[in-house]
């Protein structure tokens, strides 16, 4: 159930005087943040934790939020990141899940030709174990992209990068899948 910006706005004034209504923003974007941080960590119980350790922040710091205009799912993203980052510099990874990926496949493309063609479980998990050799930050940017179907703009945002680099992580890993795919 996503919410409309009118709605978030008068949810995120009453959470600050009561922060049970943060309860509606957690069941909003809590399973797209648990899926967006799966794709990553390739980790379950690292994905509970940062989705949990997420809306935890979001609890302490409301009162702090300033709206701006745009959904409060870009700044959560943006705190999963993060938090996915410290964790990843804790142990000294970067991986990225194919369960998602497979699961999610068919369902989501939505915009790139020789990948609307793709929609086999076969062909899914092919193209995960290629994404997996591509760089950890196009891998990020190409889940935020065409899974999450977040902006350029709102990708820079969430990781923090400029939208050119943004821009071109995306564009070289799809050069690069599509090379490692034949296509």
């Known amino acids: 159930m996503a919410l409309n910006l009118h709605e978030e706005k008068q949810i995120l004034a009453k959470a600050k005087s009561d922060k049970n209504y943060l ?20 980790n ?16 302490e710091k409301i009162d702090k939020f300033v709206w701006r205009g745009i959904s409060i799912k870009y700044w959560l993203f943006r705190v999963a990141h993060n938090e996915l980052q410290k964790t990843w510099r804790k142990e000294n990874k970067i991986i990225f899940d194919n369960s998602v990926i497979n699961n999610s496949f068919k369902n989501n493309f939505n915009d790139q030709d020789f990948l609307n063609q793709l929609i086999t479980q076969d062909q899914a998990e092919r193209i995960s174990s290629f994404l997996n050799q591509l760089p950890p ?32 992580a995306y564009y070289r890993g799809l050069k690069r899948l599509k090379k490692l795919l034949g296509k």
């Open 44 to 59: 379950k119980l690292t994905a509970e934790d940062i989705t949990s350790q997420t809306f935890k922040i979001a609890l």
């Open 137 to 168: 930050f196009s891998q990020e940017v190409i889940d935020l992209k065409i899974w999450q179907e977040f902006s350029f703009k709102e990708i820079a945002e969430i990781t923090g990068q400029n939208q050119s680099k943004v821009k071109m």
């Open 23 to 42: 309860a509606i923003i957690f069941d909003a974007y809590a399973k797209d943040i648990y899926a967006y941080i799966l794709s990553l960590s390739k």
